[in-house]
C-alpha cells in the first residue's frame, strides 16, 4: 500500500489544483449550515427572558467573534511556519487569511454595538473585551498594511510574520479579559469546563452559525491562496501552460 505524502501538498503548483477542488465543498457546506443555524436563531431559539428579541444577534455576533480569534491563531501559525522554515506556501496562507481575519473581526465589532446599543444605552463603550477586540481589528489591517508596503515578497513575509507573532499575545487577552477586569460586557455562555447557560435551541443555532462561519472562512481562504499563488508563480513554467490550457479552450 502506497504511504501518502501529505509534504507532496506543500507545493504552491500541488495544492492549487487542490485548493480548486475543496472550494465548491465548502461553499456549499457554509451555504447549507448559515441557513439551518439561521432558521434556527431566527424561528425556532426562544425569546430571552431578559433581552428580549434583541438577543438574537448573538447567532451572529458571537461565531464572527470566535472567528476572529481563531483565523488570527492560525494566521500566526503558517506565519510562523514560513518565517521558520522559509515555505512559500505558508506564507500564502497567512496572507491569505488575513482580509478573512479582518472582516470577522469587523463583523464581531459591528453586531457588538447593534446589540449594545438596546442593552447598555450606547454604541461603543470602552469596555476591555471590546478595546481588545478593536485592536485585534489594527493588527489584522497593520499586519496587511506592512505586507503591501514592501515590494519583495520575501521581506514582506518576514516582516508580516513578525508581527503575526507578536500580536498573538492578544487573543488571550480578549478571551480572558472579562475574567481579568470589571467589565460590562457578558462572561463566556459556552465553556468547556461547565454547562452552557442558555437554552439547548439556542446553542444549536450558534454552533452551526459557528461552523458555517468556518466553513465560509475556508472556501474564501482557497479562492484568495490561489489567487496569490497565480500572481507569486506567474513566471513559472506551471502557471504558463496553466495559462495557455486555459486560453486553448
Known amino acids: 500500500m502506497a504511504k501518502l505524502n501529505w509534504f507532496y501538498f506543500a507545493a504552491p503548483n500541488t495544492f492549487y489544483p487542490l485548493a480548486g477542488k475543496?472550494?465548491?465543498?465548502?461553499?456549499?457546506?457554509?451555504?447549507?449550515l448559515a441557513a439551518i443555524g439561521l432558521y434556527i436563531g431566527f424561528f425556532v431559539a426562544p425569546t430571552d427572558f431578559q433581552q428580549g428579541e434583541g438577543y438574537r444577534i448573538i447567532f451572529v455576533h458571537v461565531p464572527t467573534a470566535w472567528m476572529s480569534m481563531f483565523l488570527y491563531v492560525v494566521m500566526?501559525?503558517?506565519?510562523?511556519?514560513?518565517?521558520?522554515?522559509?515555505?512559500?506556501?505558508?506564507?500564502?496562507?497567512?496572507?491569505?487569511?488575513?482580509?478573512?481575519?479582518?472582516?470577522?473581526?469587523?463583523?464581531?465589532?459591528?453586531t457588538g454595538s447593534l446589540w449594545g446599543k438596546p442593552m447598555w444605552g450606547a454604541w461603543w463603550v470602552w469596555d476591555a473585551r471590546l478595546t481588545s477586540e478593536l485592536i485585534l481589528l489594527f493588527l489584522y489591517i497593520g499586519?496587511?498594511?506592512?505586507?503591501?508596503?514592501?515590494?519583495?515578497?520575501?521581506?514582506?513575509?518576514?516582516?508580516?510574520?513578525?508581527?503575526?507573532?507578536?500580536?498573538?499575545?492578544?487573543?488571550?487577552?480578549?478571551?480572558?479579559?472579562?475574567?481579568?477586569?470589571?467589565?460590562?460586557?457578558?462572561?463566556?455562555?459556552?465553556?468547556?469546563t461547565r454547562s452552557p447557560s442558555m437554552a439547548t435551541t439556542m446553542l444549536w443555532g450558534m454552533l452551526v452559525m459557528a461552523l458555517a462561519f468556518w466553513m465560509y472562512s475556508i472556501a474564501v481562504v482557497l479562492v484568495r491562496v490561489r489567487a496569490i499563488i497565480l500572481e507569486r508563480e506567474r513566471n513559472t513554467d506551471w502557471v504558463r501552460d496553466l495559462k495557455a490550457r486555459g486560453a486553448a479552450k
Open 22 to 32: 475543496m472550494i465548491p465543498w465548502f461553499t456549499a457546506a457554509a451555504l447549507g
Open 143 to 192: 499586519f496587511m498594511a506592512l505586507q503591501a508596503s514592501i515590494d519583495d515578497p520575501r521581506r514582506a513575509d518576514r516582516a508580516g510574520a513578525v508581527l503575526a507573532i507578536v500580536g498573538v499575545i492578544n487573543v488571550p487577552i480578549i478571551y480572558f479579559s472579562v475574567q481579568w477586569w470589571n467589565t460590562l460586557h457578558q462572561g463566556a455562555s459556552v465553556s468547556i
Open 76 to 110: 500566526a501559525f503558517w506565519a510562523a511556519i514560513g518565517l521558520a522554515f522559509n515555505t512559500r506556501l505558508s506564507s500564502m496562507m497567512a496572507q491569505a487569511i488575513a482580509p478573512t481575519g479582518a472582516l470577522m473581526t469587523f463583523l464581531a465589532l459591528w
